[in-house]
C-alpha cells in the first residue's frame, strides 16, 4: 500500500505578486523550487499564515534569483502583496518508505532568499 506525505515545503515567503488576470496556478523563483525539490507543474499546497486560507494549485517556474512568489488568477484571491505563506508538495511511497523518508525543509530570509535547507529529523 500507498500513502501521501510531505516531500518538500517551502517555509514562510512573502507574496510578492497577486495577479487574478493570469490563468491560474503560483508563480516561484526557479531557485525555490530547485531547492525543494518541486517540478513545473506540480500540485502543491499554499497555506496563508496571515488569512488562514489554505488552497491547492499548480506551479510554474518564476526568474531564477528574482524572489518571486506570485497568486495568479483565482489563487489571488486567497493572498495578497505581502502576506506570509507556506509551500507544501506531497508524494506517494510505500509504507516501508515512510519510516525513513525526511521532507526537504527550505527556510527563506528576506526577498524570499534561501537562508537554509534541512530535512525532516524526527
Known amino acids: 500500500m500507498e500513502i501521501n506525505i510531505l516531500k518538500s515545503k517551502i517555509h514562510t515567503v512573502k ?10 496556478s503560483i508563480t516561484i523563483d526557479a531557485d525555490l523550487l530547485d531547492a525543494a525539490q518541486i517540478k513545473k ?4 499546497y499554499v497555506n496563508n499564515a496571515v488569512n488562514g486560507s489554505r488552497i491547492m494549485t499548480y506551479v510554474l517556474p518564476g526568474k531564477r534569483g528574482s524572489g518571486e512568489v506570485c497568486m ?3 489563487a489571488a484571491l486567497h493572498a495578497k502583496v505581502g502576506d506570509t505563506v507556506h509551500i507544501l508538495s506531497f508524494c ?11 521532507p526537504v525543509l ?13 530535512h525532516y529529523d524526527y
Open 106 to 118: 527550505v527556510f527563506t530570509e528576506a526577498g524570499n532568499r534561501i537562508a537554509s535547507i534541512e
Open 92 to 102: 506517494n511511497v510505500t509504507e516501508e518508505e515512510a519510516d525513513s523518508y525526511r
Open 15 to 24: 507574496v510578492t505578486e497577486a495577479n487574478v488576470e493570469y490563468n491560474g
Open 72 to 74: 495568479n488568477g483565482g
Open 41 to 44: 507543474y506540480e500540485q502543491v
